[in-house]
C-alpha cells in the first residue's frame, strides 16, 4: 500500500501503483539519457563493458530477486532500483565530484539523489493534469533516503518525506544491491580489459581463490573465460544469499513485525552476514586501488573533469547563453543552481560535443 500521490489518480485497472510508477520511470528521457552516462569504463574501451542503464537493470534484477526471498514488495523495490541513477551526471563520479566543487563555491553542493527527485519532480514534463511523474510517496522519499538517512532540519525542504523514521526495507536494500552489482560488475570489465591478473584477485580476496579453484575443478576442459564466469556467478550468489541472510537475521534480532517498526528501528537492518561483507569490502578495496585510481583511467577522469569545469565557467560568465528552458530560469533562480543542473543532465556524448561546439580544444 501507498501513501499516496501529491496529485490523486484513478486506480489502473491491472497495474498496481508502484507497478505504474516503475513504468513511468522507464518512459524518461532521464532513463533514456543513462545509455550514454559512464559507468567506470568509458565507450572507447569496449562495446561491452557496463554504462549506468545497463548497471541500473542489474541493479533492479539484483533488488527484485532479494525482495522476493524477503517477503517483501518486489514492484516498489523494483521502482527504486530503476530510478536510483537518474540523477547522475556525465562521467560518473568525477563528474559529480566535479559538479560539487563548482557548487562549494556557492556554499553548496551536488548531489545526484537531491537531483534526481527535481528530475522527477520538475523536470520531466509527460502528462496534462499535473508536473512531473507524479510518483508515490514510497518512491519519493526512497529516491531520497535509500543510501542515507535524513536529519530533520538538515533539507527543509525535504521534511516531508519522514526524516526522523528510517525508510522501508525495499529502499533499505537498493543501497546494497547497488553495491553488489556495481562490485561484481567492475571486476567483469575490468579482468576482461586486463587490469589484473586472477592471482592478483585471489591474493586480495581469498573468497575469490576458493571459488574459482573450484570452477577450475568443476570444468577443467572449460575456457578460462567462462571458468571465471563460473566463478563470478557463485561470488554473486555469496553475496546476495549472505545479504537476504543478514537481514533477515538482523530484522528478527530488532524483533521488526510490520513497517512501523522498521521505520522506527534506530538502525537500518539491510546487511550482509559478517563473512560476505568481508568479502565485498576486499573486493571493494581492490577494485578501488586496481582499476578506478588506475592510470590507465586517470587521463580520462581529468578529461571529463576539465570539459564539466570549462562549460560551467563559459556559462557562468553569461547565463544568457544557457538554451531554454533553462536561460530563462535564470530571471528566477541563482544561477549557478541552473548551470549545474543544465550539466546534470547531459549525457556523456552530448557534454563532450557541447564543449566542442562552445570552448573547442585547448591551444
Known amino acids: 500500500m501507498t501513501r499516496g500521490r501529491r496529485f490523486p489518480e484513478l486506480r489502473h485497472p ?40 545497463t548497471h541500473s537493470i542489474e541493479v533492479s534484477q539484483m533488488a527484485r530477486t532479494v525482495a522476493l526471498a524477503l517477503g517483501i514488495d518486489p514492484d516498489l523495490t523494483e521502482a527504486l532500483a530503476l530510478v536510483h541513477d537518474i540523477g547522475h551526471p556525465p562521467f560518473a563520479h ?34 496534462a493534469r499535473f508536473p512531473g511523474l507524479n510518483l508515490t510517496f514510497e518512491i519519493r522519499e526512497g529516491i531520497v533516503k535509500h543510501s542515507r538517512d535524513l536529519t530533520p532540519g538538515e533539507h527543509p525542504e525535504l521534511d516531508e518525506y519522514l526524516p526522523a523514521l528510517r525508510p522501508p526495507l525495499e529502499a533499505q536494500l537498493i543501497d546494497l544491491a547497488d553495491e553488489i552489482a556495481y562490485s561484481t560488475a567492475d571486476l567483469d570489465d575490468a579482468q576482461q580489459a586486463g587490469f589484473f591478473t586472477l592471482d592478483e584477485l585471489g591474493r586480495a580476496v581469498p573468497a575469490w581463490e576458493e571459488l574459482y579453484d573450484i570452477a577450475q575443478s568443476m570444468y577443467p576442459a572449460a575456457h578460462p573465460r567462462i571458468q571465471f564466469h563460473e566463478a563470478l556467478r557463485q561470488l554473486i550468489d555469496l553475496l546476495v544469499s549472505g545479504f537476504i541472510e543478514g537481514t533477515v ?12 517498526d522498521v521505520r522506527n528501528h534506530p538502525n537500518r537492518l539491510a546487511c550482509l552476514l559478517p563473512a560476505p561483507r568481508k568479502t565485498c569490502l576486499e573486493l571493494k578495496r581492490f577494485l578501488r586501488q586496481r582499476v578506478y585510481l588506475s592510470k590507465a583511467l586517470n587521463a580520462e577522469r581529468e578529461r571529463s573533469v576539465q570539459m564539466i569545469g570549462e562549460l560551467f565557467a563559459y556559462f557562468e560568465s553569461d547565463p544568457a547563453r544557457l538554451p531554454e528552458p533553462y536561460g530563462e530560469q535564470v530571471s528566477t533562480r541563482p544561477a549557478h543552481r541552473v548551470i549545474c543542473e543544465y550539466i546534470a543532465g547531459m549525457t556523456d556524448g552530448y557534454c563532450g560535443r557541447r564543449h566542442q561546439e562552445l570552448i573547442g580544444e585547448k591551444k
Do not use: W
Open 249 to 260: 537475521q538482523a530484522t528478527h534480532a530488532a524483533n521488526c513485525k510490520s513497517i512501523d
Open 94 to 127: 568525477s563528474g559529480e565530484e566535479e559538479l560539487s566543487r563548482q557548487m562549494a563555491r556557492f556554499g553548496e553542493s551536488f548531489d545526484h539523489n537531491l537531483h534526481a527527485l527535481r528530475i522527477v519532480e520538475d523536470f520531466e514534463h509527460r502528462y
Open 14 to 53: 491491472y497495474r498496481n501503483d508502484f507497478q505504474r510508477d516503475r513504468d513511468r520511470v522507464i518512459h524518461t528521457r532521464a532513463f533514456r539519457r543513462l545509455e550514454n552516462k559512464t559507468q567506470v569504463f568509458t565507450p572507447g574501451l569496449s562495446d561491452h563493458f557496463r554504462n549506468r542503464l
